[in-house]
């Protein structure tokens, strides 16, 4: 009996996405795993420090080319005014992402002078090469998206982990430090432009247009504020663990993080993939969403659970013979970082959800709401250090299981609550 609900769960398009979006985290956790040992037997926790802050500015400016909002606009138009969306969208993506490469240039600067560190300036200047090559294949990546082909979405991020890792170890070997994180960042950028390309017919036309410019951004400021709250969330804790305490404390912190929530972030990114576009091709078919949104989450507790408490438990274990003696520091950190995973899967379904159905204010309402308490309860707990910040993230994560649930209780009333 429990077999064949298993084999039932596991047999929708859902999860089978899930298995190649999966089978991708897997390969990229694997070659992560490497430059995580790798970096840390070559870096000092100062230069992990200097790491969590490229990949802190990495995530914000990615918000700003709008990715997910222009993307989950092609995924959810209608057939008839796809291609107009399409051809829009793509010349918006230059306008975006060229902006945002000169912005980010211009605060480099102010940027190394926060975090007194003057390194930074060139290295924020020079990672910013990447957006010139995102509206090459954002379009293209979106489509695949829509036609739920996430087998070829799976090979892009899998490629990408490959060859960027590989990239970042042997420059970290060769002495570039810092920069070999930047680089490989920059070098392996260009494995979805082949792959979506070569799996993709759209190309853009070449007059350029504007059409409906207004629908997408109507959309995508919405998913904008979304996207922009989520990484200020995601990375608040670093830049004020960065500016309070120190880089070197940042540089444990982030260590804690990465080869902790590192596994489980990776699995709900893969799930949360899937879900979107799997969702949004039940339409306004209330009855079919619930249900396919009801058995996504039993699919995801099976799945990310088991795997947060076995990683959580032998933390103590392999952390000092992985990636050294001088990390043990961090276990406590890692191991409430770890659980934190749980409800953030939840809460990132819930917003899946919401996003499906059209409900994105409220995402944006909730999500205002819970980014001041998060930033309040953070302020209060890094004089006392960063556990009790890794604490603080754990406990302002179980607050978003109450919004998940109001969600669940209100999708089962259709002609009420929500919809009204």
Same mark, same amino acid.
């Given at each position: 009996?429990?077999?064949?609900?298993?084999?039932? &769960?596991? *047999?929708?398009?859902?999860?089978?996405?899930i298995?190649?979006?999966?089978?991708?985290?897997l390969v990229?956790?694997?070659f992560?795993l490497?430059t995580t040992?790798?970096?840390? #037997?070559?870096?000092?926790p100062?230069?992990?420090?200097?790491?969590?802050?490229?990949y802190?500015?990495q995530g914000?400016?990615?918000?700003f080319?709008?990715?997910?909002?222009?993307?989950?606009?092609?995924? @959810?138009?209608?057939?008839?005014?796809?291609?107009?969306? !399409? @051809?829009?969208a793509?010349?918006l993506? =230059?306008?975006?992402?060229?902006?945002?490469?000169?912005?980010?240039?211009? %605060?480099?600067?102010?940027? +190394?002078?926060f975090?007194?560190?003057?390194?930074?300036?060139?290295?924020?200047c020079?990672?910013?090469?990447?957006?010139?090559?995102?509206p090459?294949f954002?379009?293209?990546?979106?489509? %695949?998206? #829509?036609?739920?082909?996430?087998?070829?979405?799976a090979?892009c991020?899998?490629t990408?982990?490959v060859?960027?890792?590989?990239?970042?170890? !042997?420059?970290?070997?060769?002495?570039f430090?810092?920069?070999a994180?930047?680089w490989?960042m920059?070098?392996?950028?260009?494995?979805? %432009?082949?792959?979506?390309?070569?799996?993709?017919? =759209?190309?853009?036309?070449?007059?350029?247009?504007?059409?409906?410019?207004?629908?997408i951004?109507?959309?995508?400021? *919405?998913?904008?504020?979304?996207?922009?709250?989520?990484?200020?969330?995601?990375?608040?804790?670093?830049?004020i663990?960065?500016?309070?305490?120190?880089?070197?404390?940042?540089?444990?912190?982030?260590f804690a993080?990465?080869a902790?929530?590192?596994?489980? &972030?990776?699995?709900?990114?893969?799930?949360?993939s899937?879900?979107?576009?799997?969702?949004c091709?039940?339409?306004?078919?209330?009855?079919?969403?619930?249900? #396919?949104?009801?058995?996504?989450?039993?699919?995801?507790?099976?799945?990310i659970?088991?795997?947060?408490?076995? @990683?959580?438990?032998?933390?103590?274990?392999?952390?000092? %013979?992985?990636?050294?003696?001088?990390?043990?520091? +961090?276990?406590?950190?890692?191991?409430?970082?770890?659980l934190?995973?749980?409800?953030?899967?939840f +809460?990132?379904?819930?917003?899946?959800?919401l996003?499906?159905?059209?409900?994105?204010?409220?995402?944006l &309402?909730?999500?205002?709401?819970?980014t001041?308490?998060f930033?309040?309860?953070l302020l209060? *707990?890094?004089?006392?250090?960063?556990? =009790?910040?890794?604490?603080?993230?754990?406990?302002?994560?179980?607050?978003?299981?109450?919004?998940?649930?109001?969600?669940?209780?209100?999708?089962?009333?259709p002609?009420?609550?929500?919809? #009204?």
């Amino acid at each position: 009996m429990v077999i064949n609900k298993l084999k039932q &769960q596991f *047999s929708s398009k859902f999860a089978r996405n899930i298995g190649w979006l999966g089978i991708a985290e897997l390969v990229t956790r694997v070659f992560r795993l490497g430059t995580t040992v790798t970096l840390a #037997r070559l870096f000092s926790p100062h230069d992990y420090g200097l790491v969590a802050i490229i990949y802190t500015v990495q995530g914000f400016a990615e918000v700003f080319t709008m990715k997910a909002g222009i993307g989950a606009k092609i995924i @959810q138009a209608d057939e008839r005014e796809l291609e107009s969306i !399409c @051809q829009t969208a793509y010349w918006l993506n =230059w306008l975006l992402c060229i902006s945002l490469f000169v912005i980010q240039c211009i %605060i480099a600067y102010p940027i +190394a002078l926060f975090y007194k560190e003057s390194e930074l300036t060139l290295l924020v200047c020079a990672l910013g090469l990447m957006y010139l090559m995102f509206p090459v294949f954002m379009v293209q990546s979106a489509l %695949i998206d #829509r036609e739920n082909r996430l087998k070829i979405k799976a090979l892009c991020t899998s490629t990408q982990a490959v060859v960027n890792n590989i990239a970042i170890i !042997c420059l970290a070997l060769l002495g570039f430090g810092v920069w070999a994180i930047v680089w490989g960042m920059v070098l392996s950028t260009p494995v979805w %432009i082949i792959i979506t390309n070569l799996n993709h017919p =759209w190309r853009p036309s070449k007059a350029f247009t504007l059409k409906r410019w207004r629908d997408i951004t109507k959309f995508g400021s *919405s998913m904008l504020g979304i996207e922009l709250l989520d990484k200020i969330r995601l990375n608040l804790d670093y830049l004020i663990v960065g500016r309070f305490l120190s880089v070197e404390a940042l540089g444990i912190y982030f260590f804690a993080f990465s080869a902790g929530l590192g596994i489980s &972030q990776n699995v709900i990114r893969a799930i949360i993939s899937a879900l979107f576009p799997y969702l949004c091709e039940v339409g306004d078919d209330m009855k079919l969403l619930k249900k #396919r949104y009801l058995s996504s989450l039993k699919t995801m507790t099976i799945i990310i659970v088991p795997l947060v408490l076995l @990683q959580s438990s032998l933390a103590p274990l392999y952390v000092p %013979i992985v990636f050294g003696s001088k990390w043990s520091s +961090a276990v406590p950190i890692l191991v409430i970082i770890c659980l934190s995973a749980i409800p953030l899967a939840f +809460a990132s379904a819930t917003y899946q959800l919401l996003n499906a159905i059209g409900k994105i204010k409220l995402t944006l &309402q909730w999500n205002i709401i819970y980014t001041l308490v998060f930033a309040l309860a953070l302020l209060v *707990s890094v004089r006392w250090g960063v556990l =009790w910040v890794a604490i603080t993230v754990l406990f302002c994560q179980g607050l978003t299981l109450i919004f998940s649930f109001w969600v669940l209780k209100n999708l089962a009333l259709p002609n009420q609550g929500m919809n #009204r």
